[in-house]
T-cell receptor, first 114, second 118 residues
Framework: DGGITQSPKYLFRKEGQNVTLSCEQN?????MYWYRQDPGQGLRLIYY???????QKGDIAEGYSVSREKKESFPLTVTSAQKNPTAFYLC?????????????FGNGTRLTVT | AQKVTQAQTEISVVEKEDVTLDCVYE???????LFWYKQPPSGELVFLIR??????QNEISGRYSWNFQKSTSSFNFTITASQVVDSAVYFC???????????????FGTGTLLAVQP
C-alpha cells in the first residue's frame, strides 16, 4: 500500500544534540512538508519542498534543516539551535496542485529532548 | 492575513448525540480551499473533506455533514449519532496563498478534541 513512513515513532535526545527525523513516501508525490504540533497550537509549517533539490522555509524554520535529494525522501534535522524541540513532528506529501490537493500525512515522530 | 479559528478546544458528548464542530476562517482570496482532518490517538491526520470556495453546497457522507457558508466565513462539521470511534482531534484547514498564488500548504486551526463517551 502507498503511504508515508516516519521513523522512529518515539525519539529521545539530550539537549545540545542534533537529531534527524526520517520521512519516506511511495506515493510518487512531488511535494513534501514538515509540520510541528504542540498542544493547543495546531500544526505549524517548518519546511516544504515542491520538487527534488528545492525547498523553502515555512513559518517556524529556525533551528531546523532539511534536504531533498530524492523524490521519496525528505529528512528533517532538529539542530541544537532549536530552543524548544520537544514536540510531535508530522511529515506530509501531496501531488502538484493549486491548493486543491489534500495532504497525506505520516504517523508522526514524537521527539523528547531533555 | 489568513487564519483559521476553532473556538471549541474540547467537546464531550455521550454516544448517539449529534455534535457540531465549528470552524471560522479569514482570507482575502476569492479562490481557496477548506479541509477537515481527523487525528485519532494514533497520531496520523486523516483527510475527511475538501471544499472549494465556489461550491457552497452542503455535503453529507454517512454520519458526517459539512455546512459551508461564505457569508459568515464558516465551514462547520456535524457528526450525527456520534460513536466512540469518533473520538479524536479534528482540524479545520485553509489553503495558503504565497507570492506564486495558491499552494497546497495548509493553515490549520488549533483543533477540537472530541470525546465520545459510551
Amino acid at each position: 500500500d502507498g503511504g508515508i513512513t516516519q521513523s522512529p515513532k518515539y525519539l529521545f535526545r539530550k539537549e545540545g544534540q542534533n537529531v534527524t527525523l526520517s520521512c519516506e513516501q511511495n506515493l510518487n508525490h512531488d511535494a513534501m512538508y514538515w509540520y510541528r504540533q504542540d498542544p493547543g497550537q495546531g500544526l505549524r509549517l517548518i519546511y516544504y519542498s515542491q520538487i527534488v533539490n528545492d525547498f523553502q522555509k515555512g513559518d517556524i524554520a529556525e533551528g531546523y534543516s532539511v534536504s531533498r535529494e530524492k523524490k521519496e525522501s525528505f529528512p528533517l534535522t532538529v539542530t541544537s539551535a532549536q530552543k524548544n524541540p520537544t514536540a510531535f513532528y508530522l511529515c506530509a506529501s501531496s501531488p502538484p496542485g493549486q491548493g486543491n490537493s489534500p495532504l497525506h500525512f505520516g504517523n508522526g515522530t514524537r521527539l523528547t529532548v531533555t | 492575513a489568513q487564519k483559521v479559528t476553532q473556538a471549541q478546544t474540547e467537546i464531550s458528548v455521550v454516544e448517539k448525540e449529534d455534535v457540531t464542530l465549528d470552524c471560522v476562517y479569514e482570507t482575502r482570496d476569492t479562490t481557496y480551499y477548506l479541509f477537515w482532518y481527523k487525528q485519532p490517538p494514533s497520531g496520523e491526520l486523516v483527510f475527511l473533506i475538501r471544499r472549494n470556495s465556489f461550491d457552497e453546497q452542503n455535503e453529507i457522507s454517512g454520519r458526517y455533514s459539512w455546512n459551508f457558508q461564505k457569508s459568515t466565513s464558516s465551514f462547520n462539521f456535524t457528526i450525527t449519532a456520534s460513536q466512540v470511534v469518533d473520538s479524536a482531534v479534528y482540524f479545520c484547514a485553509l489553503s495558503e496563498r504565497d507570492y506564486g498564488g495558491a499552494t497546497n500548504k495548509l493553515i490549520f486551526g488549533t483543533g477540537t478534541l472530541l470525546a465520545v463517551q459510551p
